[in-house]
């Protein structure tokens, strides 16, 4: 994606007192990118509902047909360019033409669309940029309450700079990714952190490793500011010969799940880099809108309970210390199963892996009549080569019942005479499991 910052888009996605029911946080979101000029009838926004989309990143939007089926836009313009970090004055006048570009817009029917959720004021940019960035998003959030702004951040296969001023084109800015999502921390005044990852556009499983890298230092860094975490995935390919399957679709919104993920997206729903997108250049259907629209729906079915919880730490169970899906991480242990105070001895009956996301809740859990919970994600096959099911197995502390939400919705879980629970699980896919009081709430 080309890194930008707009503040006439700011104006027109921020303004003011349009009525707009607006992007829905208690919930989790989906948006993809992008909707072209030849996806612009009522039909394709029609199909965009019916996929399962809440809210698309421009360029193009027919805000009639989106206010009717009640999806939202997050618009985008390159008019300006980020000042160098460090350029007061520069950075002073931007928001003096950001002031008026916001009264200008406060007129214009763009400033009154209710559609505008949200505004892309930058995507991936350097850490050099953060702090020039920073103020321009407090400023910007000053002028216009309501709406939402959005920054997107570098994966952490992005180049890594020395830090030095022969490196200052590097794309990260700084040394270690880790530093760099600690400066957005610092110096970028939103409540979450989003970025891309997309783990099928290297070869081999070269990213995997790095993948989860990615998920482990912003989930970290989510918990330890209090923030969400949004992720973005792929749809499409960087190769012609490589259509993402429905597997593959999976792992990469099962596996953000499991980290505490509360909006997914997806790229590129029409045309805007790489090959084999949902749509064609000239609006047609290719054979990922039905598989998007099957994991969209699997996501669906999962996510009320999930959002009544958040991320507390996650955990790799039937990991082999060492392998390379881990080999980025030597600071973390794999388990032979998981434990916590509700769960005892949560594994794959295959030693197959797991990434288990461990959950608290977002209420008080003796009025919620749920006393604990697990996000359970079947890590065993990434490249959609041989998935099969398994059989996930654990035991309860006294007094509790489980409930478990798959893909398909509720479903049966099962319990010898001594006291072990179990259920079934597909590669790839994810499962909700609540442990509940017995006799309180379902």
């Not at 990143?57 to 805000?63: D, E, L, Q, R, Y």
Request: with cysteine.
């Amino acid at each position: 994606m080309i890194r930008r910052l707009s503040c006439l888009a700011a104006a027109v996605a921020l303004c003011l007192e349009c009525g707009a029911a607006g992007l829905d946080r208690s919930r989790l979101n989906i948006g993809v990118y992008y909707l072209n000029h030849n996806a612009a009838t009522e039909g394709h926004v029609r199909d965009l509902a019916e996929c399962g989309v809440d809210f698309v990143f421009g360029p193009s939007v027919p805000h009639a047909f989106f206010r009717r089926y009640g999806l939202g836009h997050v618009a985008s313009f390159v008019v300006r360019h980020m000042p160098k970090a460090g350029d007061a004055d520069r950075l002073q006048d931007m928001l003096v033409l950001c002031s008026e570009d916001a009264r200008k817009f406060h007129s214009s029917s763009c400033g009154r669309e209710p559609s505008i959720w949200g505004v892309s004021l930058a995507d991936e940019p350097s850490a050099r940029d953060f702090p020039v960035l920073g103020k321009a998003v407090a400023h910007v959030k000053t002028l216009f309450p309501g709406r939402f702004l959005y920054v997107n951040l570098f994966p952490n296969y992005a180049s890594v700079a020395k830090n030095t001023d022969a490196e200052a084109k590097s794309q990260l800015g700084v040394e270690s990714y880790q530093r760099y999502i600690d400066e957005y921390c610092r110096e970028i005044p939103l409540d979450y952190i989003s970025w891309d990852f997309y783990l099928y556009s290297g070869r081999g499983d070269s990213h995997l490793p790095l993948f989860y890298d990615n998920f482990r230092i912003v989930a970290d860094a989510c918990r330890r500011t209090q923030r969400d975490m949004w992720f973005v995935g792929q749809v499409n390919s960087i190769r012609p010969e490589l259509w993402i399957s429905e597997n593959m679709l999976r792992f990469q919104a099962f596996a953000a799940m499991s980290f505490g993920a509360q909006n997914i997206s997806w790229a590129c729903y029409s045309p805007g880099w790489w090959t084999n997108s949902v749509l064609t250049a000239s609006g047609e259907k290719t054979q990922q809108y039905d598989r998007l629209k099957t994991v969209n729906r699997e996501i669906r079915i999962i996510a009320p309970e999930y959002m009544r919880w958040r991320n507390a730490a996650t955990h790799f169970v039937g990991f082999a210390p060492g392998e390379h899906a881990l080999k980025t991480m030597p600071m973390v242990v794999p388990l032979r199963a998981f434990d916590n105070a509700g769960f005892h001895d949560l594994h794959a009956t295959d030693g197959g892996r797991l990434v288990v996301g461990e959950m608290v809740p977002r209420v008080d859990a003796a009025r919620s009549g749920r006393a604990s919970a697990v996000f359970v994600f079947a890590a065993d096959d990434p490249y959609d080569l041989s998935p099969k099911p398994r059989e996930v197995r654990f035991r309860l502390a006294d007094g509790l019942t489980p409930r478990v939400v798959g893909v398909n919705g509720e479903q049966d879980v099962y319990r010898t005479r001594d006291g072990i629970w179990s259920f079934p699980i597909m590669s790839s896919c994810g499962a909700f499991v609540v442990a509940v009081q017995e006799g309180g709430a379902k």
